[in-house]
């Protein structure tokens, strides 16, 4: 009979350990069970690392067994998204021109996780460049949501998601630059955290949209999203835009009173396009967090409409310059059929892209051209300014906001794939705070009968609490007391 | 917004993608009903409004840049690893100069 590792928190994992209860290895091969058990149905990873997560379990054994102290994430198995570099293993960004892609170098936050013990055991399937919100845009096949095989998991993350919820991991790692880590944790039933932009490094996260892109941690708990968090977050010499403000002790900060916080809810995101059982759910988890002691606040914020049309001409602009790199020079595919340099830069992209990475390149590269920039560039990011505002504005009467994070529960494969528009709307209530590049996460909140009329497999839901910038502390300690009084996993 | 096949292989050269002719007319539809979708950015006023470009950190440049010394970077043998076609310590590509 083998483990399960959902029943374990990171610190259990820690704990168990140490006392010899059980061994780094025993959980280990676990998780690498699971992954042959369950990859074949639900397709979350695209790359599994067995020798080297065994030889790093090993390690943490011969650690026990000297005595030492374990460091914070012992022994914990982690799956990392396929654009998070490791140096030494396959990094393809869920795209056929970077099959063959081997990474020279690690990227800070992997190496800070595997400094603090703990074991990769696999590279996590995700959109092409984490562009896709349901996980249907990779090279290596749809990712399947664990909780009904016939649904998306979300996306971009949707392989981290999908792995921890199947529990082939304890936790991962995703990308989010406009939902990517939130969406998939809702459809997925598990806890997705966008950190403030600056509070994880990025060097060694393939660019998408840069002035968006973060690192955050996914798990089946706000006290292993602490403990992931805490051990990531700081400067880095490698990337600039990571901040110096100090790092508190986010799992330490999990306790203390949430009584008297002040949340408010915003109007615009409970508008038309909510679906009716996400709203009940949500109203719901809204009712439980005043019980608790806080204090909600009906508030505005009235740019939120415009979120998902900033969103695309930022992203897709930033995305265009980012991309021009894949030109089969230094990396990656090349057509070696093409007689001119030109000719090959551009068989090599056609052949190397899907169709939505080259959708969203030529977008980009339209808002950006000659005679376009101001009326569109310039304009998005005089909105974005807007939009970060309502966000500013808000925090001076409240302390947290609490939202959907998704108008729906997960939907069906092929759902959505015909028009790119109406799969963009998905993403309409995580947007927002990329934009402002304030901290997000999505707690489980419930779960909904997949059909309207109340049938069909139960799916959950995910509610989502922003916080001001670097306020992570607060943010964790409120979901935490909400994870605690709801149960909300199995209901 | 009206997106023409001609102004699709415009972007198409600037971007370098290749883009063959049934493509051309995808193209032309998807980016013109997503061009029309942003164009209610329209319905604000931004006249007033400074762009964002970056989300600032409140850090002083001197803890937030580091010091611009030399130091070692990727070694050659690294950074060929990846590399389609290479040859005595370079990349190769196709030919640029005619002789």
Do not use: W
Not at chain 1, 104 to 124: F, S
Not at chain 1, 230 to 240: F, K, Y
Request: proline share 5%.
């Amino acid at each position: 009979m083998s483990i399960d590792i959902r029943k374990f928190t990171v610190a259990e994992i820690r704990a168990l350990i140490a006392s010899k209860k059980i061994s780094a290895q025993e959980i280990c091969k676990a998780s690498l069970e699971q992954i042959a058990a369950e990859n074949p149905r639900n397709n979350s990873l695209i790359t599994v690392m067995a020798d080297r997560a065994m030889a790093q379990a090993k390690q943490i054994d011969s650690l026990a067994a000297d005595g030492e102290t374990l460091p914070a994430l012992a022994g914990v198995p982690v799956a990392v998204k396929d654009v998070i570099n490791i140096r030494g293993v396959r990094n393809t960004c869920g795209s056929r021109i970077l099959e063959k892609f081997v990474s020279p170098y690690t990227a800070t936050a992997v190496e800070r996780i595997e400094k603090a013990g703990a074991v990769v055991v696999g590279k996590a399937n995700c959109d092409e460049f984490a562009m896709g919100s349901s996980n249907e845009n990779s090279a290596y096949g749809d990712v399947r949501n664990p909780v009904d095989l016939e649904r998306v998991p979300g996306g971009s993350s949707g392989g981290s998601a999908a792995a921890v919820a199947a529990g082939m991991a304890v936790t991962s790692l995703g990308s989010d630059t406009g939902g990517s880590i939130r969406q998939p944790a809702s459809f997925c039933g598990v806890v997705g955290l966008m950190p403030t932009y600056g509070r994880i490094s990025r060097y060694g996260l393939v660019a998408y949209a840069s002035s968006l892109d973060h690192i955050g941690p996914l798990s089946q708990t706000v006290s292993d999203t602490a403990a992931m968090l805490g051990v990531m977050a700081g400067p880095d010499p490698m990337d600039s835009t990571a901040s110096a403000i100090p790092v508190p002790d986010y799992v330490a900060e999990l306790q203390g009173s949430v009584k008297g916080l002040r949340i408010g809810v915003p109007k615009e995101y409970f508008a038309q396009g909510l679906s009716s059982s996400v709203r009940a759910k949500v109203d719901a988890g809204i009712r439980t967090l005043s019980s608790m002691g806080c204090e909600t606040v009906e508030i505005t914020m009235p740019h939120t409409e415009y979120a998902v049309a900033c969103y695309y001409i930022v992203a897709t602009a930033e995305a265009s310059a980012n991309l021009a790199r894949y030109d089969g020079v230094r990396y990656g595919l090349r057509n070696s059929k093409a007689a001119t340099l030109n000719e090959m830069y551009k068989k090599t992209r056609h052949d190397g892209f899907g169709a939505e990475v080259k959708r969203r390149i030529m977008l980009g590269t339209y808002v950006l051209s000659a005679g376009y920039y101001d009326a569109y560039y310039r304009k998005a990011q005089r909105v974005r300014s807007l939009i970060a505002q309502d966000f500013s504005r808000a925090f001076e009467k409240v302390d947290v906001i609490v939202t959907p994070v998704a108008p729906t529960p997960a939907f069906k494969l092929g759902e959505k794939t015909a028009d790119p528009l109406e799969m963009y709307l998905s993403d309409i209530y995580t947007i927002t705070g990329s934009l402002a590049g304030v901290p997000g996460i999505s707690v489980p909140c419930g779960l909904v009968p997949a059909n309207p009329d109340g049938t069909g497999s139960l799916l959950p839901i995910g509610i989502q609490i922003f916080a001001r910038h670097f306020d992570e502390a607060r943010l964790l300690r409120l979901a935490h007391h909400f994870e605690m009084a709801g149960g909300f996993k199995g209901n | 917004v009206k997106i023409t096949e001609e102004v699709v292989q415009y972007v198409a050269a600037l971007a370098h993608l290749e883009v063959i002719h049934d493509e051309a007319r995808d193209y032309a539809a998807n980016m013109s009903s997503i061009l029309d979708y942003v164009g209610k950015l329209n319905e604000l006023d931004t006249n007033n409004v400074e762009p964002m470009a970056q989300v600032l950190s409140n850090s002083p440049d001197e803890i937030s840049l580091r010091a611009d010394a030399e130091k070692p970077s990727l070694p050659l043998e690294l950074s060929l690893l990846n590399a389609p076609e290479a040859g005595a310590g370079h990349f190769k590509v196709p030919k640029v100069i005619e002789r």
